[in-house]
């Protein structure tokens, strides 16, 4: 009886070890074939911008795609943007972000809002397309000129926010005080055009890509005209602050009757180095993979080819595979 026992255990256990190999390599499988991932990660937050911006327009599909591809709950969340989001990411409220890739250096480096406090492990996913920076006014105001916003109210953003800070040196370019020549405003971009239209405010900086939600329901009730900036002041721009590019609004924008020269930075998607590979590779491959199901016009413009271009931060090892392997 003993022997007959001793031999039916160690059956057992055979059976048992068979078994939980079988386990391991249908796990191992489902990850490499890109069928959900092999993290214990069960939700992801995505933080995106305000309601009215392309971040959120944008936050929704992004979520749906990385939620099929990884298996992963993925939710778009409002927010105040790149600056919000880099502290959101610090926080653990986060675990990806629309960043700007400005926004993104200054956190790295612990400069400008974010001096004395540099965060270490800030990584990107991938840069997606360029992020306007759009002087946004009406032909009632009479605006056509940098020098013509001296001593008018003019919405900046929120204080330490991106729209804020490239307000900030577009004016000291155009040697202008944010706060000493210009009344400024902190509203977002919502509030932005609202206040065009009532006449609140006098001009907005808006910094996204276009067409943004909130300037296009302007053009529905007034007419839009952008500031233009030109071609040697944004030379200087670019020369001081590197990680600007020259960009162009084209005409029939907003109404537009002619192109609009102007500058830009890059929106980008960011998260933690803490992130787990198979994620982070999973989040890539949903994003820039899946590009061409993306129904808003900068759905173009994200391209594997571009996603590494002009980042400024170390890539996240997960999502620098994925665009390895694209080559």
């Given at each position: 009886m003993k022997k007959q026992y001793?031999?039916?255990?160690?059956?057992?256990?055979?059976?048992?070890?068979?078994?939980?190999?079988?386990?391991?390599?249908?796990?191992?499988?489902?990850?490499?074939?890109?069928?959900?991932?092999?993290?214990?990660?069960?939700?992801?937050?995505?933080?995106?911008?305000?309601?009215?911006?392309?971040?959120?327009?944008?936050?929704?599909?992004?979520?749906?795609?990385?939620?099929?591809?990884?298996?992963?709950?993925?939710?778009?969340?409002?927010?105040?943007?790149?600056?919000?989001?880099?502290?959101?990411?610090?926080?653990?409220?986060?675990?990806i972000a629309f960043i700007q890739t400005d926004i993104a250096y200054y956190a790295k480096n612990g400069e400008l809002m974010f001096e004395g406090d540099a965060m270490d492990n800030l990584v990107a996913i991938g840069g997606l397309y360029p992020e306007t920076v759009q002087l946004v006014t009406t032909a009632n105001s009479g605006i056509t000129s940098y020098e013509d916003l001296k001593g008018k109210k003019v919405s900046v953003g929120a204080p330490g926010s991106g729209t804020y800070a490239n307000a900030e040196q577009l004016l000291e370019i155009h040697g202008l005080s944010i706060n000493d020549d210009i009344q400024p405003q902190n509203l977002d971009f919502g509030e932005s055009t609202d206040g065009l239209q009532t006449g609140q405010i006098d001009a907005a900086f808006i910094t996204a890509g276009y067409p943004t939600a909130a300037v296009e329901a302007l053009n529905a009730t007034a007419d839009v005209v952008v500031v233009p900036v030109a071609a040697d002041k944004a030379d200087e721009l670019i020369a001081k602050y590197p990680y600007y590019a020259v960009d162009t609004i084209p005409s029939g924008t907003y109404g537009l009757e002619s192109d609009v020269p102007t500058v830009s930075v890059l929106a980008m998607i960011a998260a933690t180095a803490e992130l787990p590979e198979d994620v982070a590779y999973g989040i890539a491959k949903a994003i820039w993979g899946g590009a061409d199901s993306i129904s808003h016009a900068k759905g173009a413009m994200i391209k594997v080819e571009t996603a590494l271009n002009g980042i400024g931060i170390p890539v996240h090892p997960g999502a620098q595979k994925y665009f390895d392997e694209q080559k």
């Open positions: 001793s031999l039916l255990t160690v059956l057992s256990l055979v059976l048992v070890l068979v078994l939980a190999a079988c386990g391991g390599e249908s796990t191992t499988e489902g990850t490499e074939e890109g069928g959900g991932t092999s993290s214990d990660i069960e939700f992801l937050s995505l933080a995106t911008g305000g309601t009215q911006g392309t971040y959120y327009a944008l936050g929704g599909t992004f979520a749906d795609l990385i939620s099929d591809e990884t298996g992963i709950k993925t939710t778009a969340e409002v927010s105040q943007a790149s600056t919000a989001n880099v502290n959101a990411l610090k926080a653990g409220d986060a675990e």
